[in-house]
């Protein structure tokens, strides 16, 4: 399984910003990406997650109303769209992918194994 993040860069305060995750080399019957987050000294937290199938959305309290998932296009791609962006939303941006728990997307890093190598998203003051 191949997960491959583009989209990050350098933004002012108030910006936006949209992220790609292009998945492949897997064929699960469903399937589930999340976004994540990490910054410097701090753990790995969960943004947005999208099931296949259900279609089902987690957004994370920090984010909700500012981030929008798209739903997996044909292509196994999925988009994060950032907006409003403020200075504590710096940090690598990660997707991944693993089963949907119960037809959900999976809310926890822990509950995902494939992982892509992650976009960094600075977002200046």
């Known amino acids: 399984v191949q997960l491959v993040e583009s989209g990050g860069g350098l933004v002012q305060t108030g910006g936006s910003l949209r992220l790609s995750c292009a998945a492949s080399?897997?064929?699960?019957?469903?399937?589930?990406i999340g976004w994540f987050r990490q910054a410097p000294g701090k753990e790995r937290e969960g943004v947005a997650a999208?099931?296949?199938?259900?279609?089902?959305?987690y957004y994370a309290e920090l984010t909700r109303g500012r981030f929008t998932i798209s739903s997996i296009d044909a292509k196994n791609t999925v988009y994060l769209q950032m907006n409003k962006l403020k200075p504590e939303d710096t940090a690598v941006y990660y997707c991944a992918l693993d089963g949907p728990i119960d037809g959900l997307a999976p809310k926890e890093p822990w509950e995902y194994k494939y992982w892509g190598q992650g976009t960094q998203v600075t977002v200046s003051s």
């Open positions: 080399g897997f064929s699960f019957d469903d399937y589930a």
């Open positions: 999208i099931s296949a199938r259900e279609g089902s959305i």
